[in-house]
């Protein structure tokens, strides 16, 4: 078996079997390709059925060189699910990751904004531009709604029920989820609605929320970069993407003490654990608050 066929079956697996959406697809296919890149690299006829845990070894020895480590701890676990895929369809008895180990990395928490610099952010948004309105929206929805890119980018008009104070989001695994809307939010979007300006849209995009000149669906790499410069002009220093704003609404609802679970459903989460780690967040807040303010502290 070829590297492509075995690419290409793989592809199908996470897509029909695991339900896995298309980003996360090709980010575990370019990891793989990495791989393929390396034993190219070498000359050698290193393919998914012969390749040995030796020569996965150097090229995680070489990916150290180049990459974080966590960075390199993700990709490792992509090639796990690789090879696993492989010892279960059949196609190979072993499976060469097993003895595979994942570099220790220190355990980090994203940035989080505080209310007024989700604010500040906000308003560093270029008010002149054609498109103002519109990217206050999005902004506006990515914090109060706690969406990922892609969720805000697939909404549609027709996910928005504002009479039941709610919008349905796609989320991973093409799964829909329901999540409450603030009322001022609301209120946001039905104006730029009442305002949006009648224009083209593009042949299955009719439906689409926010769209960009071509009359299309807006793509992820737009919305960092209104992220990105809006930082810029608000003076904020963090290390600020459309994700800080999603972090941040999970980390203010559980500091004013909402409940885990559902906050679980909020963001979205399969997994509780992955919600928890807001909770660690909320204590080193606590934890920072104590040290800075405490008598008793020095």
Same mark, same amino acid.
């Given at each position: 078996?070829?590297?492509?066929?075995?690419?290409?079956?793989?592809?199908?697996?996470?897509?029909?079997?695991?339900?896995?959406?298309?980003?996360?697809?090709?980010?575990?296919?370019?990891?793989?390709?990495?791989?393929?890149?390396?034993?190219?690299?070498?000359?050698?006829?290193?393919?998914?059925?012969?390749?040995?845990?030796?020569?996965?070894?150097?090229?995680?020895?070489?990916?150290?060189?180049?990459?974080?480590?966590?960075?390199?701890?993700?990709?490792?676990?992509?090639?796990?699910?690789?090879?696993?895929?492989?010892?279960?369809?059949?196609? $190979?008895?072993?499976?060469?990751? @097993? /003895? +595979?180990? !994942?570099?220790?990395? =220190?355990?980090?928490?994203?940035?989080? #904004?505080?209310?007024?610099?989700?604010?500040?952010?906000?308003?560093?948004?270029?008010?002149?531009?054609?498109?103002?309105? $519109?990217?206050?929206?999005?902004? @506006? /929805? +990515?914090? !109060?709604?706690?969406? =990922?890119?892609?969720?805000?980018?697939? #909404?549609?008009?027709?996910?928005?029920?504002?009479?039941?104070?709610?919008?349905?989001?796609?989320?991973?695994?093409?799964?829909?989820?329901?999540?409450?809307?603030?009322?001022?939010?609301?209120?946001?979007?039905?104006?730029?609605?009442?305002?949006?300006?009648?224009?083209?849209?593009?042949?299955?995009?009719?439906?689409?929320?926010?769209?960009?000149?071509?009359?299309?669906?807006?793509?992820?790499?737009?919305?960092?970069?209104?992220?990105?410069?809006?930082?810029?002009?608000?003076?904020?220093?963090?290390?600020?993407?459309?994700?800080?704003?999603?972090?941040?609404?999970?980390?203010?609802?559980?500091?004013?003490?909402?409940?885990?679970?559902?906050?679980?459903?909020?963001?979205?989460?399969?997994?509780?654990?992955?919600?928890?780690?807001?909770?660690?967040?909320?204590?080193?807040?606590?934890?920072?608050?104590?040290?800075?303010?405490?008598?008793?502290?020095?």
């Amino acid at each position: 078996m070829q590297w492509t066929k075995a690419i290409e079956s793989y592809s199908f697996y996470l897509k029909l079997e695991q339900g896995k959406s298309e980003n996360t697809i090709a980010s575990y296919v370019f990891d793989v390709r990495r791989l393929v890149d390396f034993c190219e690299q070498l000359n050698e006829k290193n393919l998914p059925l012969t390749i040995d845990t030796e020569t996965l070894k150097e090229f995680i020895y070489a990916l150290s060189k180049e990459v974080q480590p966590t960075t390199q701890s993700r990709i490792i676990s992509g090639l796990k699910g690789f090879f696993m895929f492989l010892q279960l369809e059949g196609y $190979r008895k072993d499976n060469p990751t @097993e /003895l +595979l180990e !994942s570099p220790k990395t =220190r355990k980090t928490f994203p940035d989080t #904004l505080s209310t007024n610099e989700v604010d500040e952010l906000i308003n560093g948004l270029d008010k002149n531009g054609t498109h103002a309105f $519109r990217n206050h929206c999005m902004l @506006e /929805l +990515l914090y !109060s709604c706690g969406l =990922r890119v892609s969720e805000l980018t697939q #909404l549609r008009c027709s996910d928005l029920f504002f009479e039941q104070g709610l919008i349905r989001v796609h989320g991973k695994g093409d799964k829909f989820r329901w999540v409450p809307i603030a009322e001022e939010t609301t209120k946001l979007i039905l104006s730029y609605l009442a305002q949006r300006k009648p224009k083209k849209k593009a042949k299955g995009h009719e439906d689409t929320l926010f769209l960009n000149n071509r009359g299309k669906q807006m793509t992820r790499a737009m919305i960092f970069t209104l992220v990105k410069n809006a930082a810029v002009v608000a003076g904020i220093k963090k290390t600020i993407s459309p994700h800080t704003l999603r972090h941040s609404f999970a980390t203010h609802l559980v500091e004013n003490g909402a409940d885990i679970q559902l906050v679980q459903h909020m963001m979205g989460h399969a997994s509780i654990t992955t919600t928890e780690r807001y909770i660690h967040m909320s204590q080193q807040h606590l934890k920072d608050a104590i040290n800075r303010f405490h008598p008793r502290a020095d």
